[in-house]
């Protein structure tokens, strides 16, 4: 894209994912266009022909900017980072970039998808299981994937107020979102202090706190 | 870690995670030395305390190189392409690369995390479902997440032989292992013609021949 072109942002306010990027353009200070696609809505507005000619996946988020379209949060967050202008949100030391995108993957390849609603509708729907069961099953990979976030970061020596520095980044932009998730299925984070920590330092932000999902155009009680 | 220090890698031959990585060494010609981590042998030899000190998550692969450890494959892959010589396995295009990740996040993120071993684990033992109830939730997220990836590339109009071009990278890597879950598990992949296609070029190569799980020191039949 060029600098000057407006970019559309298809969200929705309770995805985890969505919410990851609302935070990276907050960070970046790159302004957007929001589209609700309601998850919930007319049997999913994911669904619908027109979202899935931009997102064949069906999912959120989805980012456009004049005929660039691109999918999947963690790529629209490394786009972000190099081709806008604001704070970096990827370390330049190679080393400590390759253990920011690790961190950031233990959340979105082996906490988030597990939560994702299609997977829980499978088990309610096809599976037979109830609300219960759903809620357990995803209080386990939030517990085992938050605690292996936890021993990561208090094993990291580049770890300071945030995740790997004193500077919000990736790790950052892809824990507080989890955090929220584990806060809504009841996890424990006792023995998980550096990521409540950090998880406070990052609410403090403005960047964060206006990403939440309590703060969105389509936010619903 | 310096170009002359010798890489530790462990993994498993099944891994989808692992031979992504063995794909990457081997099409970057970075030699390593191979530490088999047996799933299934003595309660799974990923728990022990001493495989979790490198890798918290208690999954593979992890990556050793004097006293940096990385864990997640694609974390692996990106810091094998931006610190040792070879090929690049993602483009200098900055749209072109953050669709590259997006493809490798479809896999990396919606479809494999999905089949992983705990998690079928979970399904068997504490949802108390069958081997084949099992096979059937592994096939619908394979099914529906390499079609995906199918329309991904079809309307790719940078796609090529491979993936994205018509040098083999980061998008190939992830989708040959899934190609080869896919079969393993009975999904049908008769309306991916260009997935077959991509497959099909990338197993001619020794790259990813030599990386096939049939064909490591720990392979079993």
Known sequence: MTSGETITFYGYFRSSS???CRIAFNLKQVPYGFVSVHLRKDGGQQKTPEYRALNPQALVPTMVSGDFTLTQ????VEWLDETQG????????????????????????????????????YLKTELGHDQPVADAWCR????????????????????????FGDEPGLADI???????????FGVDLTD?????????????????????????PDTEA
């Open 18 to 20: 969505a919410y990851r």
């Open 73 to 76: 949060s963690l790529a629209i």
């Open 86 to 121: 604001g704070p970096k949100l990827l370390p330049e030391d190679p080393n400590l970039r390759a253990k920011v995108r690790a961190f950031a993957q233990v959340i979105a390849c082996d906490i988030h998808p597990l939560q994702n609603l299609r997977v829980l509708d």
């Open 140 to 163: 386990r990979w939030l517990g085992d994937g938050l605690r292996s976030c936890e021993d990561l970061v208090a094993k990291e020596s580049e770890s300071g107020r945030f995740c």
């Open 174 to 184: 892809c824990l507080v979102p989890q955090i929220f998730s584990a806060h809504r």
């Open 192 to 216: 998980m202090p550096r990521l409540r920590e950090i998880h406070a330092a990052c609410e403090a932000l403005p960047a964060f706190a206006d990403a939440h999902p309590s703060r969105q």
